[in-house]
């Protein structure tokens, strides 16, 4: 669980940031925490001293900012030209029948979340699904369940056991 | 000077300016949805793109500088046609809600739709689902009629220093929402309405207060008495086709009464009042080393602004309530007890040209035996409303004087609506209280007219007194901002929430003719020049006041009445 | 040169022989392991190599390297034994590596993983092995800007001196005047290959001719457009030629603070880029006074937060700046007034990855390659349906039809070339009639199209075109800042045109009807619009894969409209679905799994599905394990 404390170290590393450590800042707090909570952008706003609703702004503005945690295998579903042509809609809707989930959404037990992305620059290898990191190539939608319960094997192994 | 060539016609232009401004200097009218006058171009509506010769695109005349010698048709078929696409791609994601909506035949969107000759629905499809958020005190959001134009936000952010609102997300997914895109009414919004007016559309309005008043007035049960602000009547004619600057406050008194309002007050009597406190106070916080420089405390968006964003400026602040709070106090138990109304009857109107009072009025602090002391608001725009509403005519009605005994004012009450009008009463009733004579000249040139800080020293008897008035809540954070930096050199500061005073206030007409509200201000400044009584402790009603029932300033009484306190308020700034 | 002497000379020779691989002692092991390589499992094929050497007790470097362009041929691996020249292998998985490797230091190459030796400088060739530099991918390249990916350790600035490297730098900075550099640039005809093709030369000038202390030199490698991947390639592969290029180009402007804004999508080129400028720090190429000419640069790296549109030069600085990515209206322009209101000058990274061999060799040998309007080479991200794909530098003017055919192996499968997109959501698409067309910025803009940041996707008869305008006005939308109303309003109208004709026709009222055959005007109208209006260029050119697929495809488009049918068969909701009796063996399956409970029948015979009801989803499809559903 993150604090508020917790962004207090990251601010100090930029003390003598202005505007222009805003974006910096929200990506070195969303790395830490996994997402951007509104204690942290007020603490950052009272930092940088600016407007809450500025901050707000632009973090709601691009697209690599979340306001609710992720889930523990992060999937983003590439849905660009390259990837379109060789079929990742198909992949993209396996991928939410099988998560039963929509893209921006966490599923209930915190396993997965889901995102599109426009493109990852892996065009060679379309279709291209990428898993906290991890790339696949080629993936159809017969391999979606496959990789998919990989992770979810994974998922089993890590829980702890009261 | 250079010479441009606009629409085969050579015209004049100054080096370095925009088009746009050239163009209009020589009355061509090209239409705009998000120009800002004295702010940076925006350049995001694209209404005003005109064809130049040698640029392969249209071009927006608001961001693009003049050249010697360039060539501009500004309504070419090519232009026209892009400014009625333009139109007709906003009317596509706007409600079809024209005929119920509060901006009906008083709407830059629908203007220029009618303009530009829009017959059919070209472009169908999708409309965004916005919830209105009425949550505020003053202001209502209704995202769903937002174009997108920027200027509320721009307005808050660079004018008003107080940035409440911004752009959420992207694309036409964008809108306009607060931080976390909470309701207005847990943002750092003070209320002042200035985003009410630069809408172009029905997407910002008040809170209308209309029907709890004609309820008031029509339940048998319910005395209903009406105050009005100083402003209003140097604006009301507005409304009504007549042109800016004649007071028409006999002629709107008759209106008042016509509505079934039971007795009609002058605010200006109660400014008169809050001077008599404030001047006093002052005199006080000087003889006796008290919390300096003190500020004036009758503009509401400003209290909030300092209860948010200053809170270290709360010991500053006068403990007088504002006018509107004073006189809504007095009503309730002077009038009522003389009267001999029951306290519980009377329903208590005031007419502002502001947003923020509906705020006021709401404070808890503003409230005795549990019931308000004001129990509507209505500003400029909403007792247009119901004038027309009730059919009544302007022209016709015969002018009609204040009731008794709030009804007298002096010109320094008067003064109020306007800039540096808070300041200048002061002052004549401070240099009375501490010399014992009033002033030659009372009229204070340095504290008059637009600009945003303007200061004087006066000479009171023994004492320098440093005086500052502002308006503009982005100008106030300038001298606060010099104040916590270490000046001292300050007794007495007027703010006034929005830029030029309260005759620029968020209930007021629509839009920001700066014209107009110099007119308005001129008004104001010609029934200072012109009428006998001049200063507020010369008001006859608010001696009588004081000797009936108050006492003397800073009195017990006049303490639980007429005196307030704030507290810093916990919002997300 | 601590001494100046022979001996001295010698010795920095021979190092940068051995930093070259053109003297080993040892084996070297190359696994390309740029994000492609991983894509395809570079990383296991990495630890299985070190498992073998390991395993088999034997001597020998391991070296990762990047992209070398050949990206269907992931994971690519090279070997290069002492005195031999290096070769490379292609589809080394790991489950292929100790076969391979046990072969090639038994002295043997297997013929049906090698794509080819390299000309490796005093080495012996392999008999019977090809060339690369024959292979019908690699021959028609030249091979400028990706001159080292693939062959060298991005993270060693050693290998890129050894090769040359920042020696242009250092003669510039030492010898030349920023006015010289900006008539050599701008001489050479470099013009930016972000897209814009605006000439590079006349942009420096803009700035260092604008007065200012303080002045900004930005490298754009947000690389935004879907289906490029070039920029992510070179500085993965070769991120100091990258850094060269920057040095150079702020020496011209006189700038003394560079920033690359990167798109936060390519954390692998992120960290190469660290690693690289700590490295150049470290070597005293960059910082205050670099080797005594008084040139300070500082080299700062902002990560993009995904926004496409930032790929925009006045949303890209407000980006840096910390505010909402939206573009502002020019004048004044970025050169003249950029970041923090200081002259500053934004290019791409492929231009200023071509700097350093330009400053090394002159304008008039860049120049002696390319088109009269357009010089030098092109890198292109080659994608889609074509047999080979990955990364292609080509000299301009090189024929659309080489590139596809020869170079990417053609269209597999046996299937009909389409079209080529090329230039990503600004472009256009290139039909088989203009496939002869030699590609430069006028040529393409002849034909509706536009080169844009290079991204080519091949197409064959089994795309729909108007579904890729269609994904095309999606991804827009998706992108668009919202700040201008012709291009927030204009693409969704657009967009919602587009979903009109390929949605199904089940209910669909008169009204809809109409409004679907208006369709086509509308779309034209509102082209005509957003490009003329626009505030940036995204808009300006949003249009443009719609206005060029309706100029080369209209039949399509009619066929959609009119007769309510895709004739590649890719929009589901125009397909109709049936399943064959004969196959059906009434399973049930598809009947429980229909979301609009369309299909019929009882269980153990065949089933039926109700025209009416189907809502195309294609969900049958998926479950039925007897591919009994028809779809045509």
Redesign the interface.
Known sequence: MSTVADVEPILKQFANGGRDALIPILQAVQERHGYLSREAIVQIGRHLKLPVSKIYGVATFYNQFRFQPQGTFHIQVCRGTACHVKGSAAVLRACRQALKIEPGQTTKDGAFSLEVVACMGACGLAPVINVNGEFHAAVTPDKVKAIINTYRGKVAQDAPTH | MITIEVNNRRIEAKRGEMLLSALRRAGITVPTLCHMEHLF??????MC?VEVEGQR??V?S????VVEGMKVQTHSP?AV??RK??IE??L??HPDDCLYCVRNGNCQLQTLAGELGVRER?????KNNYKIDTSSASIVRDPAKC??C?RCVRVC?EVQG?????????????RV?????QGLNV??CVNCGQCVLVCPTGALREQSHIKKVLDALADPNRYVVVQHAPSVSVTLAEEFGMKPGVDICGVMTSALRALGFRRVFDTAFSADLTIMEEASELAARIAHGGILPMMTSCSPGWIKFVEEFYPDFIGNLSTCKSPQQMLGAVIKSYFAEREKIDPARLFSVSIMPCTAKKFEAERPEMLAHGEPDIDAVLTTRELAQMIRMKGLDLHALPPDTADTPFGRRSTAGKLFGASGGVMEAALRTAYYLLTGKDMENPKIQALRGFQGIKETRIRIGELDIGAAVVSGLGNARKLLDAIRAGRNDLHFIEVMTCPGGCIAGGGQPYGTDLDAVRERMQALHRIDRDEPVRFSHRNEDVERLYADFLGKPLSEKSHHLLHTRYAPREV?? | MCHDSDACRRRIATRAAVLRRERLDRPVVFVGTGTCGLGAGAGKTLAAVKRYLVDRQREADVVEVGCIGLCSAEPMLDVQLPGRTRVSFQGVTEDKVAGLLDAVFAGDIPADSVIGQFRTAAAQPWPGVPYVDEHPFFAPQTRWVLANCGMIDADQIDEYLARGGYRAFADTIRTKTPAEVCDMVEASGLRGRGGGGFPTGTKWKYALNTPGEQKYLICNADEGDPGAFMDRAVIEGDPHRLLEGMAIAAYAIGASKAYVYIRAEYPLAVRRLVRAIADAKAYGLLGDNILDSGFDLDIVIKQGAGAFVCGEETALIHSIEGKRGMPRPRPPFPAVQGLFGKPTVINNVETLANLPELAARGHEWFRAVGTKTSKGTKVFALSGKVARTGLVEVAMGTRMRQIIFEIGGGIPNGKAYKAAQIGGPSGGCIPAQHLDIEIDYESLKTVGAMMGSGGLVVMDEDTCMVDVAKFFMDFIQRESCGKCIPCREGTRRMLEILQRITRGRRNETGQEALERFKGVMYLNRLAEVIKDTSLCGLGQTAPNPVLSTLRYFRDEYEAHIFERRCPAGVCTELLTYRIDAAKCKGCTLCAKKCPAEAIMGTPRSPHYIIPDKCIGCGTCVDVCRLHAVVVE
Not at chain 2, 122 to 126: A, C, I, L, R, V
Not at chain 2, 164 to 171: L, S
Request: proline share 6%; aromatic share 8%.
């Open positions: 171009p925006s350049g995001a509506c694209r793109v695109n249209l927006p608001c961001a693009f500088p090519r046609r892009a696409t333009i791609l906003l596509a994601s070209s472009y169908t499809g999708e174009i997108l920027g952010e107080v940035s409440a609102i911004d752009f959420i997300n992207r694309g036409s997914r964008a929402g607060t931080a976390f895109d943002s750092s997300v700034v």
